[in-house]
């Protein structure tokens, strides 16, 4: 095995942007552990993330344990640190025996895809070029190898299993009981989450099509998660280069530096160079899953001529991505011919690529896109490898001016049909959604998704709140996201602070992920799902009893929490200090409030006292001498 | 005059932190003029921010207008080229001849608080003094001079007329009447914003207590402004230095600062050293009203120890303060004795400051707080000088756990009896609240706060919609403050990256100011309040226009979004360019989406002629040539 510092250089030779072991290894989070939940089976083996707190100390001087704080851990092997990382290599196959012992799906000796057969010997793009040894797989002919066929079929998966216990947490433990229970009921507006997930639940929620599993067959080193409203709200990042900007090093280091800050799922937006190799990289590595917008790639084997697009281009791209293992594809299939002139008196047009693109498609050829009349042919090939229907929402207001009108709810009535389609093919199938939406208009938009759409998982972009600010769109879209989150959206799209204005960097990328960690967890709370609220129960303890270190542990991000507080108070023996730099040692309203905690029970110990001192006075009060009386009475 | 270099000078070398012309000028805002619009009076002159835009270029070669943008403007003259600065002298008293002509109010010899009589001779203060030439005043005896007493009486004020223009910032214009109706109807949950705001509904309102009006006699260089439901949602930006950080300089810079990114009031919360001195130089260069917790000051006259606290302390700092010109107190006269015993079991406690130290005191003298008492004899003060109450929230909740729990309620309740005390007295009044809320409990805070205080106008921190993200918690709240603006909170008092981990410094108030910002306008926009969306809407036609300076011009932070796009668009080309580097040059959706918004119209005139074509060939098509009957039909 070569080294990892050579591994990266092979990378950043052929790029010139650097990616080392030395980086990944800052990406630890501190006082945490790895631990692993074992499942039915030996090869189920669920990481979570363990943050370690530190004791409280009583004011009696003894001590009180604080048991660790669990979080969904979406970093895979690189927050491990037994793992030995080999970028060239990718990520280990942790799904491939469970896909092969189902005996339904089977390697093929060379992709299917002409583009790839053609481009593996394409000696050009030999710098660029991952290698895998892994041959793609495709179901066998005549089977159906989705999750949501398994599911209808009342099997239950190593994979379902998987999520179940990844969703839990372990906090059905019975002595987590009592402190999952400290928490706000909830609002879920009509959801029906469990108190504990269950792997029946899980296969319950795909059968009915209101959770997916994206997972393709071909990219088994991703661990397993669900999108459905019963279940935590999960959070996508897009990454991606374009034709100005970004390198191959670049998107492998976003993909794993937006894992590490929260990432349920990726979408590599490529539209530049070499959209092929970087996908390979990123999908090697990646240990979520990933998804893409096929119609960018095919648009730029055209020459990016939208008019010249054809079906068996199209064909041939699907087929290539899904055999490299892309877990979701967004299709536009619901721009239809008739929607397009709803757009025409809109302030923003259609501001979807994927939408425009295909618009101007339906336009040049006057009839329905390819995408609509082949919808049943698309099912065939996501069904052979089982790939999720993202259905994109070509038609999404661009702003708040254009938010639930005629085109945008034309095209949701569209997807919920082609969702009836793509559940006939038992292939799982989610919805996208805005974009630009006034927070009065967000909930409409997700009453309409569940009533069109059959509940079918809704998977928004923010939706922004207000045009106004662009370079704090990550704000303004974590606003419509955690009110959207919290009426049902399954998935939330993250938006970052570049957005309408360039690229995302690695700075941005966590930006937006904190934005959207941050909104996706008060969607949890305001839902009411089970043990949400532990962490924040956990955080305000620790904040409570001054303990500095568990606080900046317990942090979303820990270093800026840790760097923020050391900016005015850096000393070792501030992290320790009873008060911080806001309120100063004699203001702060902690100290005083344990105070008062400490006086309340002293003063009711003292009421009682004074209480029998009174009576003891109406009695005479003989054994008191007047100056002690005195005393007694002072606080009464 | 002195220069104002030499100005910044004497402050700083006070201090050792320096404020020069140079820094001020530095906040003047791209493509913008002051604009000022007169009243029914010369001296009633409102200034506005006027955004100039370019003309959208059409596709036939022509140019569009496009009208320039008014926003609301906080900044005061300090956004004003024609302003000479003086920080020494502080800005004009632009409502002194209001304050005078109504000849119910009188200039005092001197101070009438005790504490600043003598600290006017302590010559240890001398270096950070500010020396103001202009005498306190007072009520004459008998006389009732606030605005909720004019408003009652029927009189509208020149500050009401002031309002009223600054609030429909000239929208009224027939001119602007179809732009003004291109938007969202809103939903305002029964509140009551008219189509323009007249003097009259300003009177109103103020004379209902639905909203205030916070101008002490004694800071007329405040331009007037409101807080009500009816009203653009205004922002609260808290300054302040502590013990343990921060100086004079520091903070008259936070203020202006705090001012140019929008803050409609800011509160000073100094605690540490100086707090006299510091408070003249904010409120004499202060363009906004001033807001204080006049307990902090009181308590450090007594060493810190919340024990010692007296009425006749207390008293004479509410003097101090209000003769200096602050407009308004935050006072914790809700934590009553009973409610103490309701926070013991909390996770956090009492997190308020004042809160927590009248807690102390009434455990400490086991009897209801002198600000409970004494609240007649407050009100009695507050009337002599036009300050309004800020009821403050001392058991509002500092964690999602202690939500909406019995002692938050308890203390609501008892504020809403002040109230009424107050209106007796006819002294403005608002209300705050919390605090941390998840989301689901956020509109039971505004449903509570409407009922029991009587549509007193609520001012919230926040809320924090959940608890681990320290660091980001002007996100947590922004999504808070953004939802409880939209069910009708008036005032939204922002959140900085740094709560709970350290004071603030420039950075971080203006992010902060930035958040909330967002939150007050897209909570407007979801109120429907009239023109709000006009913003929007000029910077998305700039968008999908590609009129990338109009873009940075109109966003709330122009710097930002010019930086952001040049970080991968640098060249001064590409502000013109047809894309952006999110999708470059092929892929651009606004680019494609214009071509199918020309392609439609095209299409339109084609649909027509095939139809021609197929009437003709119904009837023989005998003048078509084979080839051109194929052609024409082509794209049927």
């Known amino acids: 095995m070569a080294s990892a510092n050579n591994n990266s250089t092979d990378i950043a030779s052929s790029t010139g942007s650097p990616l080392t072991q030395a980086q990944l290894d800052r990406l630890s989070y501190p006082a945490s552990s790895k631990v692993y939940i074992t499942g039915s089976r030996a090869d189920i083996k669920v990481g979570v993330r363990e943050i370690e707190l530190t004791p409280t ?39 491939q025996g469970w896909i092969e012992e189902r005996a339904d799906s089977q390697a093929l000796h060379q992709p299917s895809s002409h583009f790839s057969q053609t481009r593996e010997v394409d000696l050009r793009y030999e710098p660029w070029r991952m290698k895998v040894e892994r041959k793609p797989r495709c179901a066998m002919p005549g089977k159906n190898i989705t999750q949501l066929h398994y599911a209808r079929m009342g099997i239950i998966t190593p994979e379902m299993e998987y999520i179940a216990i990844r969703e839990n947490l372990g906090l059905t433990e019975p002595s987590l009981e009592e402190a999952v229970r400290q928490q706000h009921p909830g609002h879920s507006w009509g959801a029906s989450i469990p108190a504990a997930i269950t792997p029946e ?100 084997k055209c020459g990016g001529v939208a008019e010249d697009l054809t079906w068996e281009l199209f064909r041939d791209t699907l087929i290539e991505q899904a055999e490299q293992g892309v877990d979701y594809f967004t299709i536009h299939a619901g721009v239809r011919l008739a929607h397009i002139p709803l757009t025409a008196k809109r302030v923003t047009g259609i501001v979807s690529r994927g939408g425009s693109i ?72 989610f919805i996208e959604g805005p974009g630009h939406v006034p927070m009065h208009m967000i909930k409409e938009n997700m009453d309409e998704q569940l009533k069109h759409c059959q509940e079918a998982p809704f998977y928004t972009l923010g939706p922004l709140t207000t045009d106004i600010a662009p370079g704090y769109d990550h704000i303004t879209s974590g606003i419509g ?75 979303l991000d820990p270093e800026t ?55 003891f006075r109406q009695q005479g009060s003989e054994i008191y001498h007047p100056a002690s009386k005195g005393e007694a009475l002072d606080n009464a």
């Not at 004011?59 to 704080?69: D, K, L, M, Q, S």
């Not at 071909?218 to 990042?237: C, L, Q, W, Y």
């Open 561 to 615: 929490a840790r760097a923020y507080h050391d900016e005015t108070m850096p000393k070792e023996g501030h992290k320790v200090a009873h008060f911080c730099s806001m309120c100063g040692p004699k203001f702060c309203s902690m100290k005083i409030s344990q105070e008062v905690r400490d006086a309340a029970a002293a003063d009711e110990a003292q009421q009682a006292m004074v209480e029998k001192a009174r009576e």
């Open 57 to 95: 100390q009583l004011t009696n001087g003894e001590t009180e344990y604080n048991p660790p704080v669990r979080v969904y851990d979406m970093s895979g092997p690189y927050s491990d640190p037994a793992f030995t990382l080999d970028l060239t290599r990718g990520l280990p196959a942790l799904r």
């Open 358 to 429: 295909m618009a101007k498609w339906c336009l040049a050829h006057h009839q329905e896109s390819f995408l609509y009349s082949h919808f049943e042919d698309i099912c065939e090939i996501m069904k052979a490898y089982d790939v999720c229907f993202s259905l994109g929402d070509g038609l999404r207001p661009g702003s708040i001016a254009d938010a639930n009108d005629a085109a945008q709810f034309a095209e949701l009535r569209t997807l919920g049909e082609l969702t009836q389609i793509a559940w006939k093919h038992d292939v799982q199938t």
């Open 481 to 555: 996201a955690a009110m959207i989150g919290w009426y049902g959206c399954a998935m939330l799209c993250y938006v970052t602070p570049k957005e309408h204005l360039g690229l995302p960097n690695k700075e941005d990328v966590k930006q937006g992920m904190m934005a959207y960690r941050i909104a996706a967890h008060a969607a949890d709370l305001a839902k009411g799902h089970p043990g949400a609220q532990l962490h924040d129960n956990a955080m305000s303890k620790a904040r409570f009893e001054f303990r500095w270190q568990d606080q900046f542990n317990l942090a």
């Open 201 to 300: 639940f899980v296969r319950s929620e795909v059968a009915r099509g209101r959770a997916v599993i994206p997972n393709n067959i071909n990219h088994p080193e991703s661990e397993p998660m669900i999108i459905g409203r019963n279940f935590r709200t999960k959070v996508n990042a897009n990454i991606g280069n374009s034709a100005i900007t970004s390198s191959i090093a670049d998107e492998v280091e976003k993909l794993v530096w937006a894992t590490h800050w929260g990432a349920d799922t990726i979408m590599d937006l490529s539209t530049g160079q070499n959209i092929h190799e970087t996908r390979e990289w990123i999908l090697r590595n990646s240990p979520v899953p990933v998804g893409t917008v096929p119609l960018y790639q095919a648009l730029e």
